[in-house]
């Protein structure tokens, strides 16, 4: 069992940077891929991108390639989200999430956390 609990979201303007983190319980989250995930008002869920057990390999969707970078600190059981250059769309919750294997899907997923908000005024 893994329990997950995101914080860092907030109100930014564009072009402001956010990091999101994700502290997770148990002694086996570096055994997980994890995932950052995130939903916009009346939108589905979308990938944004996931990170292998060790953090050697690393996925990002197309929309956030170049301004995200996702790592982890195994030893701290805490998964980031660095945001840089954010965008009015990249309004949404942002959910991480733990699974088995990693890559750039939302699905596929056994744990989630509860979302944390973030917003970027235009």
């Known amino acids: 069992q893994v329990q997950l609990v995101e914080s860092g979201g907030g109100l930014v303007q564009a072009g402001g940077s956010l990091r999101l983190s994700c502290a997770a319980s148990?002694?086996?989250?570096?055994?997980?891929?994890m995932g950052w995930i995130r939903q916009a008002p009346g939108k589905e869920r979308e990938f944004v991108a996931a990170?292998?057990?060790?953090?050697?390999?690393?996925y990002y969707a197309d929309s956030v390639k170049g301004r995200f970078t996702i790592s982890r600190d195994n030893a701290k059981n805490t998964v980031y989200l660095q945001m840089n250059s954010l965008k009015a769309e990249d309004t949404a919750v942002y959910y991480c999430?733990?699974?088995?294997?990693?890559?750039?899907?939302?699905?596929?997923?056994?744990?989630w956390g509860q979302g944390t908000q973030v917003t970027v005024s235009s």
């Open positions: 148990g002694r086996t989250f570096s055994s997980y891929a």
């Open positions: 999430a733990a699974g088995l294997v990693a890559g750039n899907s939302h699905t596929g997923y056994n744990y």
């Open positions: 990170i292998s057990w060790s953090g050697g390999n690393t």
